[in-house]
């Protein structure tokens, strides 16, 4: 004990030598217990919620996988394969005004 | 190593090595403050557990806008107080009872009265005086807290804070004359 130390100081370091030797070990290895079966946990969820995610997703129709969405046409740079025709460029034909009448 | 460092490093690498440290450090002092204000050996070695998990679970929130060991003890004494509360059905273990208690002198007790008990006497004090006061008396004396941050533990004012320890002292002050009169001191 060093010699500043109040009474209510004293008191501290004397009860707190009760806690030594395999109390302080059983606390010590249930508390790392603990914190391993949270990590478990936390590492189960980041593996599996995402997936879970998805399955709920798709089993209610949606479509959430980012691989799988479908990319908006670029109607300004047409792919080669569909030149002049793609809707883009030109507007579906009219129809005729004659037909109409 | 500073204690900051050792969060900041268990943080970012979850090391058991940090996690070893703190509790070698802090461990048996929560320790010790459990079995005074629960007064029980096995109930203060789960209460200890229980507060080690809380300040873990917790550490990235600790803000470092107060040394580690205040927050670290401020945990232990709302877990206990919360734990008494729940055990003894007490609505509020601080609950203001100055106005019931007309027989506390106007006067300051002096730190001297409580600070002069030998071990065994303080021991017999604390025993015999409310866990709030207990509580309250260790944070002062005991762990150097400031009245701000005691008010900022047991969310109260300053001004009821001081009122308290005022009490507590009373309290302490009449349980050593009627345990220990013809006792010196």
């Keep these: 004990m060093r010699p500043d130390m109040n009474n209510f100081q004293k008191l501290l370091e004397e009860q707190s030598s009760l806690y030594e030797g395999a109390k302080r070990q059983k606390v010590q290895n249930n508390l790392l217990q603990t914190f391993g079966i949270f990590k478990f ?5 980041d593996v599996y919620l995402p997936a879970m995610v998805n399955v709920i997703v798709s089993s209610m129709g949606g479509r959430l996988d980012e691989n799988e969405k479908i990319a908006p046409p670029d109607f300004k ?6 030149g002049e025709s793609h809707p883009g ?3 579906p034909e009219l129809p005729d005004l004659d037909d109409l009448r | 190593m500073k204690d900051s460092e050792v969060i900041h490093s268990y943080l970012e690498t979850q090391a058991s090595r940090c996690f070893g440290l703190l509790y070698d450090r802090y461990s ?6 459990c079995i005074s204000l629960l007064k029980d050996e096995v ?3 789960d209460a200890t557990q229980e507060i080690f998990t809380k300040i873990f679970l917790n550490l990235s929130r600790f803000g470092e806008k107060s040394k580690f060991s205040t927050w670290v003890y401020s945990i232990t004494y709302n877990y206990c107080i919360d734990f008494l ?12 009872e100055m106005e019931k208690a007309p027989d506390v002198p106007d006067e300051e007790i002096s730190d001297k009265v409580l600070l002069e008990m030998n071990l065994v006497q303080l021991k017999v004090v604390l025993d015999n005086i409310p866990p709030g006061d207990q ?4 944070m002062k004396y005991q762990d150097d807290m400031s009245i701000r941050d005691i008010a900022e533990t047991l969310d109260k004012t300053e001004s009821a804070v001081k009122m308290k320890i005022k009490r507590a002292k009373a309290k302490a002050q009449q349980v050593r004359e009627e345990k220990f009169t013809e006792q010196p001191i």
Excluded: E, H, T, Y
Excluded at chain 2, 28 to 33: E, G, H, V, Y
């Design chain 1, 41 to 45: 946990v936390g590492q189960l969820i």
């Design chain 1, 77 to 82: 740079n047409p792919p080669p394969d569909l």
């Design chain 1, 89 to 91: 460029k030109i507007s």
């Design chain 2, 28 to 33: 048996a002092k929560i320790f010790s403050k």
């Design chain 2, 43 to 45: 109930m203060a070695q």
């Design chain 2, 85 to 96: 509360r729940r055990k003894k059905k007490q609505k509020d273990i601080f609950s203001d």
């Design chain 2, 135 to 138: 509580a309250i008396l260790l």
